[in-house]
């Protein structure tokens, strides 16, 4: 298991950008995929990214695309989300997690942080 601590997170207005951080601890953070996943007030908890335990593959959720970047330093034991060009509608709490195999299914992540609020006004 490995325990995550998530930051970052804050009011921005539309248009605006973010970067969360997802702070690590233990010795086994580079063999994990990490994702990322937001939950809006009244919906269920839904994938925006993924990034291979080596880094050298991402994946996005169709509405983050081109505006998101998952990214990873395994030597800080720290995984990142830069949201760019940010909109009202990725309101949401944020949450990290890690994982043996890339799935966007969140049953399978077995480890969770606590989450961090994403508030983007209009």
């Known amino acids: 298991q490995v325990q995550l601590v998530e930051s970052g997170g804050g009011l921005v207005q539309a248009g605006g950008s973010l970067r969360l951080s997802c702070a690590a601890s233990g010795r086994t953070f580079s063999s994990y995929f990490m994702g990322w996943f937001r939950q809006a007030p009244g919906k269920e908890r839904e994938f925006v990214a993924l990034?291979?335990?080596?880094?050298?593959?991402?994946y996005y959720e169709d509405s983050v695309k081109g505006r998101f970047t998952i990214s990873r330093d395994n030597a800080k034991n720290t995984l990142y989300l830069q949201m760019d060009s940010l909109k009202p509608e990725d309101t949401a709490v944020y949450y990290c997690?890690?994982?043996?195999?890339?799935?966007?299914?969140?049953?399978?992540?077995?480890?969770w942080g606590q989450g961090t609020q994403v508030t983007v006004s209009s």
């Open positions: 997690a890690a994982g043996r195999k890339p799935t966007r299914d969140k049953g399978d992540f077995g480890s």
């Open positions: 990034i291979h335990w080596n880094g050298l593959a991402t």
